[in-house]
């Protein structure tokens, strides 16, 4: 069996959070450790589904102290040494890709395309019907716009690079 493989996590931002999900989790988690050799664990923010499963990592850390996990960011570029103390107590390593520098609002695409292309594995939570909730273009504008799902990017991204997807929706 290869070991020191890679797995990330991308998801909706509001996920229904049930004990069924999260014993979902915790058991996909432990067979990439057990059976496919995953040590390296890749976060992003900003979504109910990257929170639950940083909690299950840390929780599967204890048992599995190889375990790493490695929170990816798509914003704060420069950070201070106060502030990287501070994330460095909920993960075990913290870096701003470069090629997310200058990318704007698709600063959360770039970031999870660089975490697909880093993982052998993909876990995702992607209902294929989930819209984000609709928003004004500015304060003026009556009409509302329907933003893109980036879990929906994230996915196809994911399937053009043929990468193992497991999704838990």
């Given at each position: 069996m290869?070991?020191?493989?890679?797995?990330?996590?991308i998801g909706h931002r509001k996920i229904n959070e049930t004990d069924e999900l999260k014993e979902k989790i915790y058991n996909?988690?432990?067979?990439?450790?057990?059976?496919?050799?995953?040590?390296?664990?890749l976060f992003g923010s900003r979504s109910d589904f990257d929170s639950l499963c940083k909690k299950i990592v840390t929780?599967?850390?204890?048992?599995?102290?190889?375990?790493?996990?490695?929170?990816?960011?798509?914003?704060?570029?420069?950070?201070?040494?106060s502030?990287?103390?501070y994330l460095l107590e909920k993960c075990d390593d913290t870096y701003f890709p470069e090629k997310v520098s200058g990318a704007g609002r698709a600063s959360y695409v770039e970031r999870n395309q660089i975490m697909i292309n880093q993982s052998d594995y993909c876990i995702f939570y992607?209902?294929?019907?989930?819209?984000?909730?609709r928003?004004?273009?500015?304060?003026?504008?009556?009409?509302?716009?329907?933003?893109?799902?980036?879990?929906?990017?994230?996915?196809?991204?994911?399937v053009m690079k043929k990468r193992k997807i497991i999704n838990l929706v």
């Open positions: 290869d070991t020191n493989k890679t797995a990330c996590f996909t988690v432990e067979d990439l450790i057990i059976n496919k050799g995953v040590t390296s664990f929780e599967l850390q204890e048992k599995y102290p190889d375990v790493k996990r490695t929170y990816i960011r798509a914003e704060y570029e420069y950070i201070s040494d502030y990287k103390n992607y209902d294929e019907n989930y819209l984000p909730p928003r004004k273009n500015s304060r003026r504008d009556l009409l509302d716009y329907q933003p893109k799902s980036g879990t929906k990017i994230a996915y196809n991204y994911a």
